[in-house]
Each structure stands twice: as C-alpha cells, then as structure tokens.
C-alpha cells in the first residue's frame, strides 16, 4: 500500500506530465506541508497578500489606501496590524469577542476612549506646549504618573507619528476590554 507521500509525489508527477503547472503544484504542497506540521495557513488568499520581505498581509476590511500603507510599512508593523481588522468608522464594529481590530481614525479613537471614560494622557512630558512623548489614557483618573492632555494633542501626535491603534471591544469572554496598543513603522526593535 502506497504511503501518503508516495502518493502525493505520484499525483505531482501525473499532472507535471499532463501539463500541469509544476509552480501551483509545489504551492499546493508546500501549503499542505505547513498545515501537516501545525504552521498556520490563511484560508482567504484573496485578502492576504505579500509584502516584499515576505511578511503576509491577511488584515481584513481594508480600503485600498490602507492596504497600500500597510505593504509599504509590513516589515515595521507587528504581526498583530498584519492580520487585524480594519475599521474606519464608529459603525463598525468587531466580528466576535476578543478579535484585534485596527483604526487609523481619529473618531473610531475618540469613541473607542470615550466609551471608556478614558482620558488622554502621556507620561513624560516635561513643558506643557511641548508635544507629548508617550500616549496613553488614563482609565481611572487616579494615576499619578500620567499626565492628562487635550484630545488635540494626543491627536495630532498620533498622525504625525504615521501610528497605527490596536485595540479589543470586547475580550473573548464578552466583557469590555480596555486593551489598546499603538504601532508605529518607525519602531526599533528590541
């Protein structure tokens, strides 16, 4: 009895032989290969695509714009911003619990934060007309380290610095979640 393999080897040969593409064989197979040893796959190849450092993009819900940005930034970004889904207005929303979404919107921002009672603030900042150095938001208002600040300046911080918010809805379990990140394709690593 033929093993898998000797089987998969036989049917690559019957199609190279019978005009088949080898290309789409061996991608074929590759993919097969990384799911039998537990590397994950996307199932959608429509939406993924590369990103010239081979860094897959598989970010759902993207325009056009933001996929452009996101190819042009993909080796910069985390592999959280690859894989997101995008929203770009106050209507839209998380398709389950506990999944990473990702806005460069001011409003979603505001809204998100709002919905929070969140407060923007940063830590760090030495002279108040200075710009803020670390954005964050302070939940409780009881922080001493973090400095409150106006919506416009921690604003206008996030677009000059070409950032990226990544946050939750809702964790897995349903109940609201506060977790946020910013990313930037200007990090450094480590």
Do not use: C, Y
């Not at 993009?57 to 993909?74: C, M, S």
């Not at 964050?136 to 600040?149: A, E, N, T, V, W």
């Amino acid at each position: 009895m033929a093993t898998t393999r000797e089987a998969t080897d036989r049917r690559r040969t019957t199609r190279r032989s019978a005009g088949g593409r080898a290309g789409d064989t061996e991608r074929r197979s590759s993919a097969s290969a990384r799911r039998r040893s537990g590397e994950r796959t996307s199932g959608a190849t429509s939406r993924s695509s590369g990103s010239g450092d081979g860094r897959r993009v598989t970010a759902t819900n993207l325009r056009a714009a933001d996929r452009r940005w996101i190819e042009q930034h993909a080796a910069q970004l985390s592999p959280s911003t690859l894989r997101a889904k995008w929203i770009h207005s106050v209507d839209e929303h998380e398709d389950r619990p506990g999944q990473t979404l990702a806005t460069r919107e001011p409003a979603v921002i505001q809204a998100w934060a709002e919905d929070r009672d969140a407060r923007p603030a940063t830590v760090g900042r030495r002279d108040p007309g200075e710009r803020p150095r670390t954005l964050r938001f302070d939940f409780d208002g009881r922080s001493g380290r973090l400095q409150p600040i106006d919506w416009d300046a921690w604003l206008g911080t996030f677009e000059d610095r070409d950032l990226v918010f990544l946050f939750q809805e809702h964790r897995r379990n349903g109940d609201t979640s506060n977790f946020f990140r910013l990313d930037s394709p200007e990090r450094e690593e480590g």
